[in-house]
Antibody
Framework: EVQLVESGGGLVQPGGSLRLSCAAS????????MSWVRQAPGKGLEWVAN????????QYVESVKGRFTISRDNPKNSLDLQMNSLRAEDTAVYYC??????????WGQGTMVTVSS | EIVLTQSPGTLSLSPGERATLSCRAS???????LAWYQQKPGQAPRLLIYGASSRATGIRDRFSGSGSGTDFTLTISRLEPEDFAVYYC?????????FGQGTKVEIK
């Protein structure tokens, strides 16, 4: 079964850091671009970052540039998102998603990040 | 950044009726690189349509996408009970990829 499972969410103070992980299974992880998409409570979806198959290219939405870092470990079938200098507006459910070059076709169940004092 | 505006915000319909959802882009979407997703409460989004009109694997043919340039439509020909959800369009022709704000299809 093709599956993505996120972990690492939680409550963090403004200015703090958190590292999210996504475990992939059921497909050849190294053959796909991967992404993070977030959804603030009661709001719509926002693409956050993506990473090329071999990790050589990374793209970010402007609001997280310089604060978030996407990375992957192909032998371990894992995707990470290191989030630093967190702000209240980063509060959201963070989804790991597989990018097929035409759409996000597989999504994880999401992990909640709450930034609050 | 391309802004996608979805309308209406909420669509109140009965099972068996036809649903027509609109997604309008602030500028032309390159290569009609537009996708549609369905999201139910507490669940992750599910891909329905990509490339403006291609159905994703396993998606029933009552779902269809159309449009080009700046105007796109998702049509659900006959609503089934499981179709009541929020629908998002997304463009991936120009970075940053952006989503619309969503249309909620609710039971009338």
């Amino acid at each position: 079964e093709v599956q993505l499972v996120e972990s690492g969410g939680g409550l963090v103070q403004p200015g703090g850091s958190l590292r999210l992980s996504c475990a992939a299974s059921g497909f050849t992880f190294s053959s796909y671009w991967m992404s993070w998409v977030r959804q603030a409570p009661g709001k719509g979806l926002e693409w956050v970052a993506n990473i090329k198959k071999d990790g050589s290219e990374k793209q970010y939405v402007e609001s997280v540039k310089g604060r978030f870092t996407i990375s992957r470990d192909n032998p371990k079938n894992s995707l990470d998102l290191q989030m630093n200098s967190l702000r209240a507006e980063d509060t959201a459910v963070y989804y790991c998603a597989r990018w097929t070059m035409t759409a996000f076709d597989i999504w994880g169940q999401g992990t909640m990040v709450t930034v609050s004092s | 950044e391309i802004v996608l505006t979805q309308s209406p915000g909420t669509l109140s319909l009965s099972p068996g009726e036809r649903a027509t959802l609109s997604c309008r882009a602030s500028q032309s979407v390159n290569m009609n690189y537009l996708a549609w997703y369905q999201q139910k409460p507490g669940q992750a989004p599910r891909l329905l349509i990509y490339g403006a009109s291609s159905r994703a694997t396993g998606i029933r043919d009552r779902f269809s996408g159309s449009g080009s340039g700046t105007d796109f439509t998702l049509t659900i020909s006959r609503l089934e009970p499981e179709d009541f959800a929020v629908y998002y369009c997304q463009q991936y022709g120009t970075s940053p990829w952006t989503f619309g704000q969503g249309t909620k299809v609710e039971i009338k």
